[in-house]
């Protein structure tokens, strides 16, 4: 399930983060990339600095208000959070994330997600194109706007041609692991909202909620 996420950050957010990350130092990306992505990952990331934790501190508020996300993902730990940049002639190949991250925490990528600093009009090139059975899409989104898609897929970042390309991405390890089962928990809790804002509270939505929920028992790890 690939779901873009409209204004997750708001315009304040998005400019008090590109101020924050201005006066950030930034390291090759390939430093972060697993022994087989380095050799197509060309760009640049934060470094590890006290500068930067305030600015991921308000990504992760964003996400943990955001209704959409909070329903796709089922986020048991947003993790290991970078800031990067892609400048002119940077790309990152074909590629797939790593299932384990965060060092000796070993965090689990169920989910992965990408928060666009840059709009559409400030650099040419530098689509994330995430590759399907039999297809592939490109996007591009708004400043402020997410897309979050699962860690399992193929996806790459196309050369940049024009301007710079600046993005937070993360992963999420997900209270289910099954991304079929999210999918089903998220359908019904698009329906269970849906109903309640047509109905209200009735017995319907009662029953809705208590499968819902026994579900989400059955399944969360």
């Not at 950050?9 to 087989?36: M, N, R, S, Y």
């Not at 991405?169 to 997900?174: A, D, E, L, R």
Request: aromatic share 8%; proline share 4%.
């Amino acid at each position: 399930m690939i779901v873009c996420i409209a204004d997750l950050l708001t315009p304040d957010e998005v400019a008090q983060i590109k101020e924050g990350l201005a006066q950030a130092a930034f390291v090759p990306g390939e430093t972060t990339a697993g022994w087989h992505a380095k050799l197509v990952k060309q760009n640049e990331q934060a470094a590890k600095q006290a500068a930067v934790e305030p600015l991921k501190v308000v990504v992760q508020k964003a996400l943990a208000r955001n209704a959409l996300f909070q329903a796709i993902a089922c986020p048991r730990i947003v993790h290991s959070l970078l800031f990067s940049r892609y400048g002119v002639g940077m790309s990152y190949g074909r590629h797939t994330d790593n299932a384990l991250m965060g060092g000796a925490n070993f965090y689990r990528s169920d989910v992965s997600l990408t928060v666009f600093l840059s709009g559409p009009d400030d650099y040419d090139g530098g689509e994330l194109v995430i590759e399907g059975a039999d297809s592939e899409q490109p996007y591009k989104l708004a400043a402020g706007s997410a897309i979050v898609y699962p860690s399992t897929t193929l996806h790459r970042v196309e050369p940049v041609v024009r301007g710079d390309r600046i993005v937070v991405v993360g992963w999420v390890q997900s209270l289910v692991r099954d991304a079929a089962r999210r999918e089903i928990l998220f359908d019904l809790e698009t329906v269970k909202r849906t109903l309640f804002a047509q109905t209200g509270k009735t017995p319907e939505f009662d029953l809705l909620t208590k499968t819902t929920a026994n579900l989400l028992r059955q399944w969360a790890e």
